[in-house]
């Protein structure tokens, strides 16, 4: 009888430590989940966003919409574990077609460090009337919508396709250094001369060797895209300073730098003929290495 007993008291006292063992349990994972997930130690304070082009505010205000939102009415989206990366990534790559990549650096407890890598070297390609955006490697990614190119996408360069070549979304334009050629070489010009260039650049064709870029005063250069941009800009530069009379340079039609290490200027200047009085022009083509 008294074995019995004792283990009777043995038994109860087992079961009576497993139920507080498993109450401190249960208070712990509750603590721990609150703690996790609903106090303000993992309330998110800070969303910083490391972009280049890209306007940080807009970025900024569609993280504060989903930062204001539940989980079931209940748990806050406002959370270091319950922010939703997923959705938040989707509608930042539906809403700005420039972005390739978009990472996450958390910082436990309470920020985010939100790493968005955009397409480099961006142009906008024409062709048949419709505008394509571009990226460094030839990718065309995004057909542009009415009045787009000039709002939306206004800071890009736009290249003219003039053979008219059919170009749709996810296609890749054969001369993929193109884009970084026109990159490249408009940045050049600013620097290494006193030109304004147009926005607009014409090529004859998708697979054509060359580009035209039409100056403020209306003449043209042209470039081989497949020699060194520096050597051509440098080239354009000294035929522009040493070689054109002030008078040629007012009245030029184009500059052509594609044949490696040498440039074809053509001016057209109006004489004035004496024998009948009259102004006539006199069209002169001149070739310097």
Not at 149 to 155: N, V, W, Y
Not at 164 to 187: N, P, R, T
Not at 256 to 265: F, T, V
Request: glycine fraction near 4%; charge should be negative; hydrophobic fraction near 35%.
């Amino acid at each position: 009888m008294l074995r019995k007993r004792e283990t009777k008291k043995k038994s109860l006292g087992q079961t009576i430590k497993k139920f507080f063992l498993w109450v401190l349990f249960l208070s712990f994972l509750g603590v721990s989940g609150w703690v996790l997930f609903f106090s303000d130690y993992t309330k998110i304070k800070q969303v910083e966003f490391i972009a280049d082009k890209l306007d940080k505010k807009i970025l900024g205000d569609i993280s504060d919409k989903y930062r204001s939102e539940f989980w079931l009415k209940y748990g806050s989206r406002n959370n270091f574990f319950l922010f939703p990366r997923g959705s938040f990534t989707k509608e930042l790559e539906d809403q700005f077609e420039v972005i390739r990549e978009v990472n996450f650096k958390n910082q436990f407890p309470d920020k985010l460090v939100v790493e968005v890598e955009e397409r480099q070297g961006i142009i906008i390609w024409c062709s048949r009337e419709n505008c394509f955006l571009v990226d460094e490697i030839g990718l065309v990614f995004y057909m542009l919508q009415d009045n787009e190119k000039e709002q939306r996408f206004e800071e890009y360069d736009v290249v003219i396709d003039k053979s008219y070549s059919e170009v749709a979304e996810d296609w890749k334009i054969e001369k993929s250094q193109l884009v970084v050629f026109v990159y490249q070489i408009k940045k050049l010009i600013e620097e290494k001369t006193d030109l304004e260039v147009q926005r607009e650049i014409e090529t004859p064709s998708m697979i054509s060797r060359e580009i035209r870029i039409r100056t403020k005063e209306g003449w043209q250069i042209y470039f081989n895209i497949e020699n060194d941009p520096e050597d051509q800009v440098d080239l354009l530069r000294e035929i522009l300073n040493v070689s054109i009379s002030e008078e040629e340079k007012n009245h030029l039609n184009y500059i052509d730098l594609r044949i490696a290490g040498k440039a074809i200027y053509n001016a057209s200047i109006k004489i004035e003929n004496n024998d009948e009085g009259k102004e006539e022009e006199n069209e002169s083509l001149k070739e310097q290495e």
